[in-house]
T-cell receptor
Framework: AQRVTQPEKLLSVFKGAPVELKCNYSYSGSPELFWYVQYSRQRLQLLLRHISRESIKGFTADLNKGETSFHLKKPFAQEEDSAMYYCALTGANNLFFGTGTRLTVIP | GAVVSQHPSRVICKSGTSVKIECRSLDFQATTMFWYRQFPKKSLMLMATSNEGSKATYEQGVEKDKFLINHASLTLSTLTVTSAHPEDSSFYIC???????????FGPGTRLTVT
């Protein structure tokens, strides 16, 4: 069965510090993984997807099939990065979300 | 581009009444719309997948007679919570895509409170 686990509900880092939001998954086939972000009072939006191997707003995420992880990283956190982050995995025809991690960047 | 709206953003209704939530794709035609529910401290849960012009596909455990979904056009899907009860109070989010699950555009959500 598909499952996405985000072990940290809350994460606080100081501005300028590195940040890593953890995501682990279980999936029987070849997964497609995503990170979604929800800023305060805004809608959920796609941050990045593993297949595009891109860096968005300084964030990167590498799919590690051996560890079944897709951790989101940024070397230097900014205050505007404070938001709710959801890791998601595609199933047959829909997305499965993790429980989310609320990131707070302390000035 | 790719904006999805939901109406209303908040609704309070009495137990036993029905409430309709609209989801609209404003600048694109959405072949598929998804309805999610977010429980407190839990993950977004997919409720159903709705394709324009056909019956919605409900996830296991979701009562289709209670959560009526209509996708009458390529820009509008509605979710009607029938005979609402306090346990239906939740945050409902819709998303829309032009094809496949990969690029989903999310609405801002609707907070339903049943008293």
């Amino acid at each position: 069965a598909q499952r996405v686990t985000q072990p940290e509900k809350l994460l606080s880092v100081f501005k300028g510090a590195p940040v890593e939001l953890k995501c682990n998954y279980s999936y029987s086939g070849s997964p497609e993984l995503f990170w979604y972000v929800q800023y305060s009072r805004q809608r959920l939006q796609l941050l990045l997807r593993h297949i595009s191997r891109e860096s968005i707003k300084g964030f990167t995420a590498d799919l590690n099939k051996g560890e079944t992880s897709f951790h989101l990283k940024k070397p230097f956190a900014q205050e505007e990065d404070s938001a709710m982050y959801y890791c998601a995995l595609t199933g047959a025809n829909n997305l499965f979300f993790g429980t989310g991690t609320r990131l707070t960047v302390i000035p | 581009g790719a904006v999805v709206s939901q109406h209303p953003s908040r609704v309070i209704c009495k137990s036993g009444t029905s409430v309709k939530i609209e989801c609209r794709s404003l600048d694109f035609q959405a072949t598929t719309m998804f309805w999610y529910r977010q429980f407190p401290k839990k993950s977004l849960m997919l409720m159903a997948t709705s394709n324009e012009g056909s019956k919605a596909t409900y996830e296991q455990g979701v009562e289709k007679d209670k959560f009526l979904i209509n996708h009458a056009s390529l820009t509008l899907s509605t979710l009607t919570v029938t005979s609402a009860h306090p346990e239906d109070s939740s945050f409902y989010i819709c998303s829309a895509t032009t094809g496949g699950p990969y690029e989903q555009y999310f609405g801002p959500g609707t907070r339903l409170t049943v008293t």
